[in-house]
């Protein structure tokens, strides 16, 4: 799959869950895709059945444009998808729990000052972007994210914890085996301003069976990774950190 079709995925996935729908030609230029991770898909058709990790949220930017506050907006996520081997990423669904931060963000439902940021569990999917309502976040929170295949039902849960406490969780996507793990800075209608570095830390995949080689999959943009670590021959992956290194969203 090409980066392309990715970014594709992911704009479609924001401008269903944030923007008012002018025509899709009309919307696609309007997202950038800053630095990221891209990990997977596993070598041998082996899932992620749970995935944890921890961010500590940057400051929101200071220098975004001005223009078009009601429409502009910022996310930071990483998200998970069945191997995109087969079907358009388009027809996936993608769970990504994610931060969401605006000029205005009142205008998508969170009641947070420009200065902080929004949480909330999230999945798109091919109809429309499952999303709980945002969740304001304290300055210099980190937050833990879970997502697991839930054995007894089959579902994807998914959560975020602020301090210990769940503040944002759903479950959907009954089946998905996720292949894929990856970071994604988006910004819809440019000028969002300079995203300060922020890392990505705690990180943690229990795979269904080994993957020795899931390692030599991971692709860095913009980003430097401690590097991943398995004890237990590849069934287990420990990442300590990856930083998201500094960028201008303005450019
Ligand atoms: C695509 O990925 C799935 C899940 O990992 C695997 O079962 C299947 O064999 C793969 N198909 C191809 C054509 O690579
Ligand atoms: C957040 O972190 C920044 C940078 O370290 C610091 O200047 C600021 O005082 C902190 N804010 C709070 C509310 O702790
Ligand atoms: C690391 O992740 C675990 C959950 O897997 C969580 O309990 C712990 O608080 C995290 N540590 C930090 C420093 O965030």
Redo the contacts with the bound molecule.
């Keep these: 799959m090409s980066f392309t079709t990715i970014l594709s995925t992911l704009a479609l996935s924001a401008l269903v869950r944030a923007a008012p729908t002018p025509s899709t030609d009309d919307v696609y230029p309007n997202y950038e895709y800053g630095n990221m991770f891209y990990l997977g898909p596993t070598t041998n058709s082996q899932y992620i059945t749970k995935a944890?990790?921890?961010l500590s949220v940057p400051a929101p930017p200071t220098d975004y444009l001005t223009s078009s506050p009601d429409e502009r907006w910022l996310s930071l996520w990483i998200g998970l998808q069945d191997n995109p081997n087969t079907s358009d990423v388009l027809d996936m669904n993608f769970v990504q729990p994610l931060l969401n931060w605006g000029p205005n963000n009142a205008i998508w439902g969170c009641d947070a000052d420009v200065e902080h940021w929004c949480a909330a569990a999230s999945t798109y999917t091919p109809a429309e972007q499952i999303g709980q309502e945002y969740v304001a976040l304290p300055s210099n929170a980190?937050l833990?994210f879970?997502v697991e295949v839930n054995a007894d039902t089959g579902m994807i849960d998914q959560s975020i914890s602020l301090a210990?406490k769940i503040i944002s969780q759903e479950s959907d996507s009954k089946g998905m085996q996720p292949a894929v793990f990856y970071s994604g800075t988006e910004c819809y209608l440019d000028g969002c301003g300079t995203v300060d570095a922020h890392s990505w830390?705690?990180i943690?995949l229990e795979l269904n069976e080994a993957d020795a080689d899931l390692d030599k999959t991971m692709t860095l943009t913009g980003a430097t990774s401690s590097g991943m670590v398995t004890t237990d021959g590849g069934k287990t992956w420990t990442i300590e950190s990856i930083v998201i290194e500094k960028q201008n969203m303005t450019e």
Excluded: A, E, I
């Design positions: 944890t990790y921890s980190t833990d879970v210990g830390f705690n943690t």
